[in-house]
């Protein structure tokens, strides 16, 4: 449990540290939260393609993915009525026809499952973008001021306790 709890303060630190423009983390953290709904399969590996290919902060979407896909695995009873909902309501022949094509169909776009958890997403993923956005410009624009202005970080960075914690935290 304390090895999680340092990864995870090591992921913060570096990301809200790196250079990354807060786009790229938002949409970053909204793409895992997708793979992270999707149940394991062909749709995961899709969305991770798509996070290879778009210029995204790599690791927040592999947090991101966790971090959703251990609350897709406790939301289960949420996602599967969801997921019958949801190809209840929608169109069927398209539906459908895309289960029929020889690559989409690999996608299981018609299990509850999968129409659940991209059904939960859609509605997730513009309030999670917003917010992961305006937090990482904010608290950039902040701590930049902030440690600009500091000289305690001046003289703490200095000293072998402060790099010793910044090994162990940052690993660097």
């Given at each position: 449990?304390?090895?999680?709890?340092?990864?995870c303060c090591?992921?913060?630190?570096?990301?809200?540290?790196?250079?990354?423009?807060?786009?790229?983390?938002?949409?970053?953290?909204?793409?895992?939260?997708?793979?992270?709904?999707?149940?394991?399969?062909?749709?995961?590996?899709?969305?991770?393609?798509?996070?290879?290919?778009?210029?995204?902060?790599?690791?927040?979407?592999?947090?991101?993915?966790?971090?959703?896909?251990?609350?897709?695995?406790a939301s289960?009873?949420?996602?599967?009525?969801?997921?019958?909902?949801?190809?209840?309501?929608?169109?069927?022949?398209?539906?459908?026809?895309?289960?029929?094509?020889?690559?989409?169909?690999?996608?299981?776009?018609?299990?509850?499952?999968?129409?659940?958890?991209?059904?939960?997403?859609?509605?997730?993923?513009?309030?999670?973008?917003a917010g992961?956005?305006?937090?990482?410009?904010?608290?950039?624009?902040?701590?930049?001021?902030?440690?600009?202005?500091?000289?305690?970080?001046?003289?703490?960075?200095?000293?072998?306790?402060?790099?010793?914690?910044?090994?162990?935290?940052?690993?660097?």
């Amino acid at each position: 449990m304390t090895l999680l709890i340092l990864k995870c303060c090591r992921w913060l630190y570096r990301t809200l540290n790196s250079d990354a423009r807060p786009w790229q983390i938002g949409l970053a953290a909204v793409l895992g939260a997708l793979a992270g709904l999707l149940p394991l399969g062909l749709g995961t590996l899709a969305v991770f393609t798509v996070i290879m290919l778009v210029n995204v902060h790599f690791t927040t979407a592999c947090f991101s993915f966790a971090v959703f896909g251990a609350l897709s695995l406790a939301s289960q009873p949420l996602i599967r009525p969801l997921g019958q909902r949801a190809l209840e309501v929608a169109p069927r022949q398209p539906i459908v026809d895309a289960a029929r094509t020889p690559i989409v169909s690999l996608l299981r776009l018609d299990y509850f499952d999968v129409a659940g958890g991209i059904a939960l997403w859609m509605l997730i993923a513009l309030p999670l973008m917003a917010g992961v956005t305006l937090f990482y410009s904010r608290y950039q624009f902040w701590m930049k001021e902030k440690l600009a202005k500091s000289r305690v970080m001046k003289v703490l960075s200095q000293t072998w306790l402060f790099k010793g914690l910044r090994y162990v935290f940052v690993g660097v």
